[in-house]
Structures are given as C-alpha cells and as structure tokens.
C-alpha cells in the first residue's frame, strides 16, 4: 500500500467512523429541551423585548441595525413583523403566534415528530430572536444556534424517533451519521482549546481574579461574597484547573483511556457554573453539546457491526 493510499485510508476512516445514530437523537431531544426552556424564559418578557421601539423594553431596531451592520441577509424577527403586517396582523399578534411556534417546533423536536421540518423552523426562529436581541446575546444563544444548524443538515429522523417508528424507514448510512457526529465533535474541540488558550494568556486566571469576577457580577452572584473570602485560597486553583481542562481537552477527549475523566470533568465544570451563577442555559446546552459529541459512545446501546452491515447492504 503507497503512502498516499495510507493516508487517504486514515483520513476515511478518522472522518467517517462507523457510528449509530444515539448521538443523533440525544442532540435532537436536548436542543429540543433547551429551547422550549429558553422560550419559556422569556415568555413574560417576549413582547417587550421584541416589540417595536414605541413599545418594546429597548426596541429591536438597536440590536437589529448592529445586525444589519455584520450581514444584511442574517434572520431578525422584523421579517416576521412585515409579513405579517403585509397579512393584515398586529406586531403584538406576530410575536404571540412566533413564540408558539417555536415552542411548538422544539416539542415536535424533543419527541421525534416532524424532525426534519420541527429543526428547520426551530433554528430559524431561534436565529430571528437572538438576532433581534444581539443586546442580550450571549454563549448559551451562540451555542444553541450551532447546535440547530447541525441538527438541521444531520441524516433525521434518528431511530428512536416517532418518525422513524410510524414511517418504518430504512437506517440512516452509519459512516454519514460518523462524519457529522465528527465535525460536532472537532468543532467542540476547538472552542474549548482557544477558549482556554485565551485564558491562560493572561494573569486572570492564573491568580484566581477572573473566577472572583465571574462570580460576584451581577446578576450571577448567586454566592455571597462572604463565602467566596473564605475560600478565597481556592480561586487560583480552580482557575488553573478550568484553562488545563479546556486546552486539554483537545488532546484527552479522543484517548478511550482518558475521555470518561475528561468528560465527566467537563460536565462537572459546566455543572458548577449552573449552581453558582445561575448560567442554566448555558450549562445545559454544553452539557448537551458534550453528551452527543463525545459521551453518546459511553451511556448509549454500542453499535454492532451486524447492523452496520445490514443498514449498508439492505436485504433486498
């Protein structure tokens, strides 16, 4: 075998891996979770943050026109409002029938009905508002927008769907479900190394004062100052530990040996920062992210080579 037949078969069989499809339908019922729990969040305050300035808490048109400056094709809810408008339909009637929508679409998403459809409005409405609230992004939005649009070009219905179980259809090819599972799973990798590698560049982190502002800003000051003096001596170390986790992880979430520690360590991090900021959309999104990229293999049913074969050489 020449040397470029080696590293063809490398990268062939590094980029499409052999793979079952429980990563699949763990990342459709979280992001399907995580964004009925962000609707719901905002449901008392829907109208007001994306309502017109003449009735809005801040008016979309200020984040809308920062948007406007970065890309004038990018999704915003005043899309919805002129066709609505053009329907003869209230803004404050637009914004009402928009936010069902979107909880509708994430709950056909999390029990598997309509996938492909549910993912397709779920990430353009979900786009829509965080573009009409660039004021109050931040990386929960960023994250659970990556996660739809993956989910929106990955092979659905995944088999523990209802899709896949009233439709009967044929097994989606296990090498294509690999390479979308492994470009989630390189992506993950490099915002996790440069997001440590822009911490470690600094003196924040190695000293403990970052951790110390994450954790008495407002409003995610969950912990009382008090407590966090008297464990003060632990911040420079748990600062540490957070940078060598994040570069780290690129190198020891692929080892079998060292991905459980790595995982399980990755979660307990992304844990914390739900019980001590407060930052549950966020944790729950990496937790989800995490889960399909690299822990599906681990709790999941492990994939036979058996139906491997029979989804690629169907009985005819």
């Keep these: 075998m020449t040397a470029w037949r080696r590293v063809t078969k490398c990268l062939t069989e590094f980029f499409f891996p052999l793979e079952s499809d429980v990563w699949l339908a763990c990342l459709r019922v979280g992001l399907g979770l995580q964004v009925v729990f962000y609707a719901l969040s905002l449901r008392g305050d ?35 409002t002129t066709l609505g408008s053009e329907a003869g339909l209230s803004e404050e009637m637009v914004l009402s029938v928009t936010w069902w929508l979107l909880v509708l679409a994430d709950t056909l998403l999390s029990i598997g009905l309509v996938c492909r459809g549910a993912a397709i409005a779920a990430w353009f409405i979900h786009l829509c508002a965080v573009g009409s609230g660039e004021l109050l992004l931040y990386g929960a939005d960023s994250f659970t927008s990556i996660g739809l649009f993956y989910l929106m070009l990955a092979p659905l219905p995944d088999s523990h769907s209802l899709d896949a179980r009233w439709r009967r259809d044929r097994a989606n090819d296990p090498r294509l479900l690999g390479l979308f599972r492994r470009v989630l799973q390189l992506h993950l990798c490099l915002v996790y190394f440069f997001g440590g590698l822009a911490k470690i560049l600094g003196t924040g982190w190695w000293n403990g004062a970052s951790v110390w502002r994450a954790l008495t800003r407002p409003p995610f ?88 074969v029979t989804s690629i050489h169907p009985a005819v």
Aim: charge should be positive; glycine fraction near 8%; include cysteine.
């Design 46 to 80: 829907w109208k007001d943050i994306f309502g017109s300035s003449a009735n809005g808490l801040v008016g979309r048109e200020i984040a809308e026109a920062i948007l406007a400056t970065d890309s004038a094709f990018a999704p915003r809810i005043s899309w919805l």
């Design 221 to 308: 000051n969950v912990i009382s100052p008090d407590i966090l003096v008297f464990w003060r001596y632990l911040l420079p170390p748990a600062g540490i530990f957070i940078c060598v986790l994040e570069i780290g992880y690129l190198f020891f979430i692929w080892p079998k040996r060292t991905r459980l520690v790595w995982l399980t360590c990755m979660l307990g991090v992304h844990f914390a920062i739900a019980v001590t900021m407060g930052m549950y959309l966020f944790s729950f999104i990496m937790i989800v992210l995490n889960v399909a990229a690299f822990g599906a293999g681990l709790i999941g049913v492990p994939f036979r080579r058996r139906q491997t």
